[in-house]
């Protein structure tokens, strides 16, 4: 078709061809007509826009073009072959299962010591200055707690290798510490393999707390031996009584706990203070614990300015609010102190 | 010239997506009971995000999460996708990569050293991945010389199918 074909050496461009009507470029045409440089328009027998002058030909653009589409389908496959890579070799070294643990064992004295025996003035320079530290939740109007038939009560729920309940741990003892004396403490480690892996702390199962202001009642769900085949899970070493269980269930609910569960299943660890004062997860950061060993973290504990320090007496002042709340103000040594009052105004709650 | 269809759309929809999980995500890595996720022992949101792989240089990886979000947004509406400025769609694409190469550290980060899966921040990668998929594949198009130049009447010799023989 003579109408198609294009005066030589213009290299303009040709009319869009009609889709019917018969005819059209032959592909040896259309070879040459595509390997032929880009002039710029109104060439002869154009008349049309064309492609920028120097631009490049045609033939090479799509070439340019082909090549780029396969350096970009390359480069989607290049990252699935690296996620999946990831996902092959997590897969291949999970079969490989991490079995160590921290085991427990008694308390060394001076950790006791240190955690038993911080000054009360150390307490109150701290008061609750660390505002990393997570408040608890403040409830009112509920049944005071019966533990054993003692009232008041105080409920820890963990597990040993649970890293939050590490941390937690750390508070609990120094402030039940202030209302009782504590007995056969023990030491151990979270989990090898979990977030914040072997963070030192204490085991509060078999431990008890004689005092004459509250009764403390911990459980350990689970210890921090593995279970060999099932990453993740743990054996279990303590369960809550029925009477336990029932408290447990009610105020982790998302009724009485901001973001609480509304399954049943409970987040380790969940504190509860006569029912009144909830600490649900750590309440400060396990991380400022890494690798330290139980005295390096009993022995900071004497150093208000220190941040483990901070973080553990700020969260042991909310608590020792709690239990002051909980004791109508007793001991009065404990109950009236700055950082007690201080952590009570901070949660809008009376210690004495 | 073949033209975008879909894409503009698409990337539109997946960037709006991206920011509003990128802006939940930061929001909980502040407050960390405000996150709503599965946990067990292969999926937890909070273990993730409370991780020391959570923040880079300080900054919450959240936070950049909603640096790349933002402007993507903004390059993937369907005026930047039709502009006939190179510079957008080389932004646009080196954005995406970037993008790509950070949800590898992060996949790396959830599998080997924190060891737990955050299903918002996968449904995030899983965002950023068909974000670089789409744009990856639409870049030899739209960085080509000419593009986004308003059309004639005429078209380029290649454009002229092969329908059949010239006498």
């Known amino acids: 078709m003579a109408s198609n074909q294009k005066s030589p050496g213009t290299g303009g461009n040709t009319p869009k061809p009609k889709p019917a009507g018969g005819g059209g470029q032959s592909a040896k045409d259309k070879s040459r007509a595509a390997s032929r440089p880009v002039a710029g328009s109104g060439g002869k027998g154009g008349g049309g826009k064309g492609p920028k002058p120097g631009g490049r030909p045609a033939a090479a653009g799509a070439k340019s073009s082909r090549t780029g589409v396969y350096i970009a389908w390359g480069a989607v496959a290049l990252v699935i072959v690296i996620v999946a890579a990831l996902f092959i070799v997590k897969a291949t070294s999970s079969n490989k299962q991490d079995l160590s643990y921290t085991p427990v064992t008694a308390a060394p004295a001076q950790v006791v010591h240190d955690v038993t025996t911080i000054p009360a003035s150390t307490w109150d320079k701290v008061g609750v200055s660390d505002t990393s530290v997570s408040k608890p939740t403040v409830l009112s109007g509920q049944p005071a707690m019966t533990i054993d038939g003692k009232t008041p009560a105080m409920l820890y729920y963990g597990a040993e290798y649970c890293p939050y309940c590490a941390a937690e741990r750390w508070a609990m003892a120094a402030a039940l510490a202030r209302f009782g004396t504590w007995s056969n403490l023990q030491v151990t480690a979270s989990s090898h393999t979990d977030v914040d892996a072997s963070t030192h702390t204490f085991s509060f199962h078999g431990a008890s707390l004689d005092s004459q202001y509250i009764t403390f009642k911990a459980i350990e769900q689970y210890t921090n031996i593995p279970v060999s085949g099932s990453p993740g899970q743990y054996t279990n070493l303590q369960n809550p009584t029925k009477a336990e269980s029932q408290i447990l269930a009610k105020y982790s609910s998302s009724k009485y706990l901001p973001n609480g569960s509304s399954n049943g299943s409970i987040s380790f660890p969940f504190v509860d203070i006569n029912n009144a004062l909830l600490f649900s997860g750590a309440s400060y950061d396990p991380q400022i614990l890494a690798g330290l060993s139980w005295t390096d973290i009993s022995g900071s504990l004497s150093d208000p300015t220190n941040p483990i320090t901070q973080a553990v007496l700020t969260t042991g002042n909310y608590m020792s609010a709690g239990i002051c709340q909980a004791t109508h103000g007793q001991p009065g040594s404990v109950c009236t102190s700055s950082g007690v009052q201080a952590a009570a105004k901070a949660l809008g709650i009376s210690a004495s | ?134 744009i990856a594949t639409a870049s030899p198009l739209v960085l080509a010389p000419g593009y986004g130049e308003p059309e004639s009447e005429w078209e380029p010799d290649a454009a002229v199918p092969a329908d059949g023989e010239l006498s």
């Open chain 2, 1 to 134: 010239m073949t033209t975008l269809r879909w894409q503009p759309l698409t990337t539109l929809l997946l960037s709006v997506y991206g920011l509003g999980a990128s802006i939940y995500l930061t929001i909980t890595h502040f407050d960390a009971k405000a996150l709503a996720c599965v946990s067990n022992s292969t999926f937890n949101c909070e273990k993730v995000t409370q991780s020391p792989q959570s923040e880079i240089i300080g900054i919450p990886v959240a936070m950049l999460g909603l640096a790349f979000f933002v402007p993507m947004l903004v390059l993937c509406l369907p005026a930047m996708w039709r502009t006939s400025q190179r510079w957008v769609h080389l932004a646009r694409l080196v954005l995406s990569i970037t993008g790509v190469g950070m949800i590898i550290y992060l996949i790396s980060a959830e599998l080997f050293v924190i060891k737990a899966i955050c299903l918002w921040c996968s449904s995030v990668h899983v965002v950023t991945f068909i974000l670089f998929v789409i």
